[in-house]
T-cell receptor, first 114, second 115 residues
Framework: AQSVTQLDSHVSVSEGTPVLLRCNYS??????LFWYVQHPNKGLQLLLK??????LVKGINGFEAEFKKSETSFHLTKPSAHMSDAAEYFC????????????FGAGTRLAVHP | GAVVSQHPSWVICKSGTSVKIECRSL??????MFWYRQFPKQSLMLMAT?????????EQGVEKDKFLINHASLTLSTLTVTSAHPEDSSFYIC???????????FGSGTRLTVV
């Protein structure tokens, strides 16, 4: 069975400061991991994905995440927050290969203040 | 590339009526599509997996007779909410598996309000 836990339901940062959104996963085998962003009343946009290649994954809009097997973590970071980063972020786990169903975390709402 | 179009973006219907939501892959063939439901300020919950040419696989607790899924072609899957009730009001999102480039593309979602 697979699951994902997002450790913070809300994160608030000032514009220009670093962003850290935490995610821990549980999987009985090597998982595929994703981060998605959702703006209000919109669909989801893929930020980045880990599929057993490099453990440090770079995504769009300056985001990156590091897969740490020993810590079962896949935290999302960005060096400098922008106002447009304010949104809901979902950490997602899936079984590797094929088109397996995605298991979503509860989400983290990121607020960015001027 | 890899665009998924979902229609309508919002719909209001009366209790007891049925509503159909379409999910189309515009520039690729999607053998597998997924339907999710999202309540306000909550995460996405997978409702069912739709496979082209076969019956959908529903998640536990999802009523297959209430949420009818049809995936008749490689570019179209539909979700029909039958005999809708106010508690069916929600945000419904589809996604499609992208062949040749393992990943998932999401539609923009449909806000359903049942009055």
């Amino acid at each position: 069975a697979q699951s994902v836990t997002q450790l913070d339901s809300h994160v608030s940062v000032s514009e220009g400061t670093p962003v850290l959104l935490r995610c821990n996963y549980s999987s009985s085998y090597s998982p595929s991991l994703f981060w998605y962003v959702q703006h209000p009343n919109k669909g989801l946009q893929l930020l980045l994905k880990y599929t057993s290649a490099a453990t440090l994954v770079k995504g769009i809009n300056g985001f990156e995440a590091e897969f740490k097997k020993s810590e079962t973590s896949f935290h999302l970071t960005k060096p400098s927050a922008h106002m447009s980063d304010a949104a809901e972020y979902f950490c997602v786990v899936s079984a590797p290969g094929g088109y397996n169903k995605l298991i979503f975390g509860a989400g983290t709402r990121l607020a960015v203040h001027p | 590339g890899a665009v998924v179009s979902q229609h309508p973006s919002w719909v209001i219907c009366k209790s007891g009526t049925s509503v159909k939501i379409e999910c189309r892959s515009l520039d690729f063939q999607a053998t597998t599509m997924f339907w999710y439901r999202q309540f306000p300020k909550q995460s996405l919950m997978l409702m069912a997996t739709s496979n082209e040419g076969s019956k959908a696989t529903y998640e536990q607790g999802v009523e297959k007779d209430k949420f009818l899924i049809n995936h008749a072609s490689l570019t179209l899957s539909t979700l029909t909410v039958t005999s809708a009730h106010p508690e069916d009001s929600s945000f419904y999102i589809c996604s499609a598996g992208v062949q040749g480039n393992y990943g998932y593309t999401f539609g923009s979602g449909t806000r359903l309000t049942v009055v």
